[in-house]
T-cell receptor, first 112, second 114 residues
Framework: GENVEQHPSTLSVQEGDSAVIKCTYS??????FPWYKQELGKRPQLIID?????GEKKDQRIAVTLNKTAKHFSLHITETQPEDSAVYFC???????????FGKGTKLSVIP | DTGVSQDPRHKITKRGQNVTFRCDPI?????LYWYRQTLGQGPEFLTY????????KSRLLSDRFSAERPKGSFSTLEIQRTEQGDSAMYLC????????????FGPGTRLLVL
């Protein structure tokens, strides 16, 4: 099965700084790479995703970059705000399977 | 609200009892997924339906767990003879045929087994 690792497990940044979270996966057949944000006690919310035919995708302050050769993808948040504080999960999905394999999460704290 | 809904939101039960959870997916989403999330961990896949057919089951889904989606709309997840280790958040997600991988999650059912 797919092995997924996220780094770092915790991240503290000053408001306005950038944050980067990296996700490494093992299945070279993976072709879908989403990032979810989960606030305490709430449901996971999809914030951005990318498919394997694209190297980078941006949506306002959030971007995802994919390196299929090295089997990793990263979440980039610029101009961080206190409301970005949450746990972020990567959850790659393999070809032929629609199940998402979640990482252990990265707790992001944005300090005002 | 046209998002994924789950019922109940919280359930407390005694060890050995049976519990059943319900998930209503986004309207016309033909794919429905169940995940389990324990404290401090990411969600873990349990099972997946396309319409009424159960197509994938995780090894996590022991024989005490059963899921159904009889008419291809809502789904139920039943846990028989609950154990304390079943305590977790049970999350449901759905996706459409056109973007099958893009899954939208419900609020979850938090189960506590005493």
């Amino acid at each position: 099965g797919e092995n997924v690792e996220q780094h770092p497990s915790t991240l503290s940044v000053q408001e306005g700084d950038s944050a980067v979270i990296k996700c490494t996966y093992s299945d070279s057949a993976s072709n879908y790479f989403p990032w979810y944000k989960q606030e305490l006690g709430k449901r996971p919310q999809l914030i951005i995703d990318i498919r394997s035919n694209v190297g980078e995708k941006k949506d306002q302050r959030i971007a995802v970059t994919l390196n299929k050769t090295a089997k990793h993808f990263s979440l980039h948040i610029t101009e961080t705000q206190p409301e970005d504080s949450a746990v972020y999960f990567c959850a790659p999905s393999g070809a032929g399977s629609y199940q998402l394999t979640f990482g252990k999460g990265t707790k992001l704290s944005v300090i005002p | 609200d046209t998002g994924v809904s789950q019922d109940p939101r919280h359930k407390i039960t005694k060890r050995g009892q049976n519990v059943t959870f319900r998930c209503d997916p986004i309207s016309e989403h033909n794919r429905l997924y169940w995940y389990r999330q324990t404290l401090g961990q990411g969600p873990e896949f349990l099972t997946y339906f396309q319409n009424e057919a159960q197509l994938e089951k995780s090894r996590l889904l022991s024989d005490r767990f059963s899921a159904e989606r009889p008419k291809g709309s809502f789904s139920t997840l039943e846990i028989q003879r609950t154990e304390q280790g079943d305590s977790a958040m049970y999350l449901c997600a759905s996706s459409s045929g056109r973007a099958a991988e893009t899954q939208y999650f419900g609020p979850g059912t938090r189960l506590l087994v005493l």
